[in-house]
């Protein structure tokens, strides 16, 4: 057992380097004790490894890993005395030779933090209780005793928050170092293979590929772990009622330049109309399935209690309104995207576009009327 725990220290893990995992865990964790066996917190690295390379890819987190496992890691920069006579240098660059090592160093720290507060948060519940020859058990003393169920949950809550909110930050730090490379000429590589790795086009298949871009359709406090859970229905929206509004030469150009994140201003209005169909529709199928869970035993409506705080969930009217709402606006964005595209169609043809009044089709003689 001890040559298997050291083999996956050793060679399958972002943590642990000179088997001071627990130290790692703590200087990303402040709020854990340095008493925590690191080894029962290896499975539950695995388990968030795994993870983080579903959103990163494979390539990305293999690249951090390496380095972590080098000589190069947070390599302390020599300094050598200056020969006699001569002044000595001011606070030398670190690494003057290969400033990549800092960009990687800063790639594994943003790794780690991302891995460790999702490992914690699913070894956590298990470590409240004891699991003895007897069954679970808690221990209460004098000193101590086990904290009430509300205040689990909003830590449980604030862990998720944490971890989601350094998944934003890894994200956008690869995004600014996407084109980070080095060497010279034909020689040049990458120092970090994001954007040539499958999760990044994946990423950007979608025409809303950003918490951002979704931040200005409708706000959901920046969070990531909502924008995931809208992924599926915003994917199926853009196959299903975004993509039919466009030509393939059309979606081909406009495709292109949303994964360069360089949107040209004749089409900026166009990528904008339907982002605001697309995010207000998905959050419109969204709200009808996403409160309810189906387990084996059946279908149940999530509900969140607590001492101080109650989260009762909508019911069934109220979610049909909302959702029914954000459904009419969604459709008003889509009709405003097919006569924004009708209107450039016939413009670029030489012909006049006149918007049809709906008010021709009105017949006075009659008590009720249909637009």
Same mark, same amino acid.
């Given at each position: 057992m001890d040559r298997i725990l050291k083999y996956l220290n050793n060679n399958h893990m972002i943590f642990n380097k000179d088997s001071n995992g627990i130290l790692e865990f703590k200087k990303l964790l402040g709020f854990i004790y340095k008493s925590v066996n690191f080894d029962n917190l290896i499975s539950y690295i695995g388990f968030a490894e795994r993870d983080i390379k579903k959103i990163i890819g494979k390539e990305v987190f293999e690249t951090a890993e390496d380095h972590y496992h080098? %000589?190069?890691?947070?390599?302390?920069?020599?300094?050598?005395?200056?020969?006699?006579?001569?002044?000595?240098?001011?606070?030398?660059?670190?690494?003057?030779? =290969?400033?990549?090592?800092?960009?990687?160093?800063?790639?594994?720290?943003? *790794?780690?933090?991302?891995v460790a507060l999702n490992a914690?948060?699913?070894?956590?519940?298990?470590l409240d209780l004891l699991h003895s020859d007897k069954g679970r058990q *808690?221990?209460?003393?004098?000193?101590?005793?086990?904290?009430?169920?509300?205040?689990?949950?909003?830590?449980?809550?604030?862990?998720?928050?944490?971890?989601?909110?350094?998944?934003?930050?890894?994200?956008?730090?690869?995004?600014? =170092?996407?084109?980070?490379?080095?060497?010279?000429?034909?020689?040049?590589?990458?120092?970090?293979?994001w954007g040539e790795s499958d999760a990044y086009n994946s990423s950007r298949e979608l025409m809303i590929f950003k918490v951002d871009q979704l931040e200005k359709v409708f706000s959901i406090h920046g969070s990531r772990l909502i924008y995931l859970s809208l992924v599926p229905f915003m994917r199926r929206i853009q196959d299903n009622e975004i993509r039919s509004c466009f030509t393939e030469e059309k979606w081909a150009?406009?495709?292109?330049?949303?994964?360069?994140?360089?949107?040209?201003?004749?089409?900026? &209005? *166009?990528?904008?109309l339907a982002r605001q169909a697309m995010g207000l529709l998905a959050l419109s199928t969204a709200i009808r399935r996403l409160s309810v869970?189906? $387990?084996?035993?059946?279908?149940?409506?999530?509900?969140?209690?607590?001492?101080?705080?109650?989260?009762?969930?909508?019911?069934?009217?109220?979610?049909?309104?909302?959702?029914?709402?954000?459904?009419?606006?969604? $459709?008003?964005?889509?009709?405003?995207?097919?006569?924004? $595209? @009708?209107?450039?169609?016939?413009?670029?043809?030489?012909? @006049?576009?006149?918007?049809?009044?709906?008010? %021709?089709?009105?017949?006075?003689?009659?008590?009720? &009327?249909? $637009?």
């Amino acid at each position: 057992m001890d040559r298997i725990l050291k083999y996956l220290n050793n060679n399958h893990m972002i943590f642990n380097k000179d088997s001071n995992g627990i130290l790692e865990f703590k200087k990303l964790l402040g709020f854990i004790y340095k008493s925590v066996n690191f080894d029962n917190l290896i499975s539950y690295i695995g388990f968030a490894e795994r993870d983080i390379k579903k959103i990163i890819g494979k390539e990305v987190f293999e690249t951090a890993e390496d380095h972590y496992h080098s %000589d190069n890691y947070e390599i302390e920069p020599v300094i050598e005395d200056p020969p006699e006579g001569d002044p000595p240098e001011e606070d030398p660059p670190a690494e003057e030779e =290969h400033p990549e090592y800092l960009v990687l160093d800063e790639l594994v720290k943003k *790794i780690q933090l991302v891995v460790a507060l999702n490992a914690y948060r699913r070894y956590v519940p298990s470590l409240d209780l004891l699991h003895s020859d007897k069954g679970r058990q *808690i221990t209460v003393t004098e000193e101590e005793k086990p904290a009430f169920e509300w205040q689990i949950e909003k830590d449980n809550e604030n862990l998720v928050s944490l971890a989601n909110e350094a998944m934003d930050f890894l994200l956008e730090f690869l995004d600014e =170092h996407i084109e980070d490379k080095t060497g010279e000429g034909d020689e040049a590589v990458l120092v970090i293979p994001w954007g040539e790795s499958d999760a990044y086009n994946s990423s950007r298949e979608l025409m809303i590929f950003k918490v951002d871009q979704l931040e200005k359709v409708f706000s959901i406090h920046g969070s990531r772990l909502i924008y995931l859970s809208l992924v599926p229905f915003m994917r199926r929206i853009q196959d299903n009622e975004i993509r039919s509004c466009f030509t393939e030469e059309k979606w081909a150009e406009l495709k292109e330049e949303w994964m360069d994140d360089d949107i040209s201003e004749e089409n900026e &209005v *166009i990528v904008d109309l339907a982002r605001q169909a697309m995010g207000l529709l998905a959050l419109s199928t969204a709200i009808r399935r996403l409160s309810v869970q189906v $387990l084996p035993d059946g279908l149940f409506t999530n509900l969140v209690t607590n001492v101080i705080k109650s989260k009762l969930s909508t019911s069934k009217i109220d979610r049909n309104e909302v959702s029914g709402y954000l459904e009419k606006d969604g $459709l008003n964005q889509l009709k405003k995207l097919q006569e924004k $595209l @009708t209107k450039m169609t016939v413009v670029a043809a030489g012909e @006049t576009y006149a918007a049809k009044n709906p008010t %021709d089709r009105i017949d006075p003689c009659q008590k009720c &009327v249909r $637009l």
